[in-house]
């Protein structure tokens, strides 16, 4: 049996985290400032992290594209 490095369960967890809460603000625009917080931390990995989750850069723009498109959703509908 192998097991997950740390860093792979780390990625897991927060793409599950980034998963729930893009569900969350499809259901429930405009109630979100702790959401917009969670997103900008999942969507501002540090170098040190992009490295560990990400074979490549074009993997890690992906992922920040994803994380950014719930956060923009919430940012849009609070302005309204």
């Known amino acids: 049996m192998r097991r997950l490095t740390d860093d ?7 793409a599950h985290r980034l998963h729930i809460l893009a569900q969350r603000t499809r259901s429930a625009a405009g109630r979100g400032t702790a959401r917009t917080e969670e997103l900008a931390e999942l ?9 560990a ?9 992906q992922w920040r594209r994803i994380a950014h498109g719930p956060r923009r959703g919430l940012l849009g509908s609070a302005s309204r």
């Open 43 to 51: 969507s501002d990995l540090d170098t040190r992290t992009t490295r």
């Open 53 to 61: 989750w990400f074979v490549s850069g074009e993997q890690a723009r």
């Open 8 to 14: 792979q369960v780390s990625y897991y967890r927060a």
